[in-house]
């Protein structure tokens, strides 16, 4: 299992997202991927990002990243 998730979404960002499933125990353990066009890979590693890839993405990158983060 891994989360694919974008930044910059409605009513919510990613961030906000990412901090909520790093802070709760059923979910801290999932890979998460971030696809964004939004750049800030630093911080998504500080707050524990498996893979960040930059929009738009390919098809091999994807699968690639799932690849690595769910071994």
């Known amino acids: 299992a891994a ?4 930044l910059l979404m409605p009513q919510v960002d990613g961030w906000s997202v990412l ?12 890979p998460v991927i971030v696809c964004s066009v939004f750049s800030d890979p ?6 524990g990002v498996s893979a960040y890839l930059r ?5 091999p ?4 990243a ?5 071994r």
């Open 19 to 30: 901090t909520l499933l790093r802070s709760d125990a059923a979910t801290a353990g999932i």
């Open 55 to 59: 929009k738009p993405i390919s098809q």
């Open 42 to 47: 630093l911080l998504a590693q500080a707050l």
């Open 61 to 64: 990158q994807l699968l690639f």
């Open 66 to 70: 799932l690849r690595q983060c769910c």
């Open 3 to 6: 989360i694919i998730l974008d």
